[in-house]
């Protein structure tokens, strides 16, 4: 039994949250050891995907008509809190993609042919699916992509795909990605940016993959350098012409939410490992729990928890109005606001929880057998990727000061 758990938010949640919340525990606890076995070999845990499908966990927002368990966004975010505090953020990072990125852009930009094939087989994790946004000279700034789509026949009938996406969760093992892409051509325009739903069957010649191992952590995350050779997608497979911006920017609102949740959940943990070791480490004749310093580091990482979840929670309710209402931009704005607070909040409150965390474990805490130290490692991506730190606060600062005022437009 956890010292600390996250009780408040779920007694204030109805009954679909609360069995949500409790299959998540229940996978979490049967995948810990393979979980933990794949991190130290440095690969992605494969039976994630055969008992989160099994339990349509990965398919947690997606309706009920597709496949999925039909939750809501808070939903969502409170079984990232169980994800992450329980498995880690390679775990957060492989369920954000597969259920954020994919399955949820799916949805919400797909057609009603697109989303009955897909969604079904992505919440069951019979499909596994990647988002292609990032490339090797292309992060924040995605009019840099240099990713092309040609179109022999009219009326973009069918379109051939080639470039390069670099550092793409799930890349070596999906089956389906979702691919942003400039027309082919010497005059290109920010508003011609694409998005197609390319298959690896019938593209296996056209689409080569490369694991990626040089990282910092997230050693269970399958990440990939991803090269696509004029592969194949047909007309029925694309998912928006032009404004492609639209469709990614709509995206990173479930990305961003996620990683926000992930790192709650590593928060939670890293609280309750500190609160364990310092009970019954024993130094200058007392329990370490009993020196003065030792508790102000306990009480700052329950300081950066709560700090972390209110506003995650608090965007994830504002997220779920705005998916109610996505006609209003200006609640689409106050929804990217929130989350861009909520996402460097969390990021940051992790990383400093993970940093106290394995300061009270003391030497056993500079061991990735200590599961902090594995956070420490893991969390520092998330005040990068799914949007940067810099990239957040400009955003927040954005909204505040209203139009003129956009640094990275």
């Known amino acids: 039994m956890k010292e600390v758990e996250e009780l408040d938010a779920l007694n204030l949640c109805g009954r679909r949250t609360k069995m949500i919340v409790e299959e998540m525990e ?8 393979k979980e933990l076995e794949s991190y130290f070999e440095g690969k992605a845990n494969m039976d994630r995907i055969k008992l989160l ?7 947690i927002g997606i309706p009920r008509d597709y496949g999925g368990i039909g939750g809501n966004n808070l939903d969502t975010a409170l079984a990232f809190v169980s994800l992450g505090s329980n498995l880690g953020m390679s775990a957060v990072s492989f369920m954000n993609v597969q259920n954020g990125l994919v399955a949820k852009t799916i949805l919400r930009w797909g057609t009603e ?11 069951s994790g019979k499909k596994i699916g990647s988002f292609c946004l990032t490339e090797p000279e292309a992060g924040s700034d995605p009019s840099s992509l240099r990713t092309t789509f040609d179109s022999p026949a ?3 009938a069918n379109n051939f795909i080639s470039g390069t996406k670099y550092l793409i969760t799930n890349g070596n093992m999906a089956d389906v990605f979702i691919d942003f892409a400039y027309p082919k051509g010497p005059k290109r325009k920010k508003e011609d940016l694409s998005v197609f739903i390319v298959e690896r069957s019938g593209n296996e010649s056209q689409i080569l993959t490369e694991s990626l191992h040089h990282k910092i952590g997230l050693h269970a995350s399958d990440t990939a350098l991803i090269e696509f050779n004029d592969a194949f997608v047909p007309k029925e497979n694309i998912l928006r012409l032009g404004r492609g911006n639209y469709v990614y920017d709509h995206s990173f609102l479930s990305g961003r939410l996620g990683i926000a949740a992930g790192c709650v959940g590593v928060i939670l943990d890293c609280l309750n ?3 364990e070791r310092s009970k019954y480490r024993v130094q200058h004749g007392k329990p370490i729990a009993k020196h003065q310093l030792v508790q102000a580091h306990i009480s700052a990482i329950a300081e950066d928890f709560e700090k972390a979840r209110l506003p995650t929670y608090n965007a994830a309710i504002i997220k779920d109005i705005y998916d109610l209402h996505q006609e209003s931009s200006e609640l689409r704005k106050k929804t990217d606001y929130k989350i861009s607070i909520a996402k460097r909040i969390a990021a940051n409150a992790a990383f400093d929880a993970a940093d106290r965390a394995v300061q009270v474990g003391g030497g056993f805490g500079y061991s990735t057998l200590y599961s902090p130290a594995r956070h420490f490692k893991d ?3 998330a005040r990068i990727y799914e949007g940067s730190d810099e ?3 400009l955003k927040a600062a954005y909204y505040l000061l209203g139009e003129g005022f956009e640094a990275f437009k």
């Open 154 to 156: 009219t009326h973009f």
């Open 379 to 381: 969390v520092r991506v």
């Open 273 to 275: 490992s500190a609160m």
């Open 26 to 33: 229940k996978v979490c606890q049967g995948l810990f050891e």
């Open 391 to 393: 990239m957040m606060t």
């Open 53 to 59: 499908g099994e339990r349509r966990l990965l398919g």
């Open 113 to 123: 042919e697109q989303k009955k094939r897909f969604l079904p087989d992505l919440a």
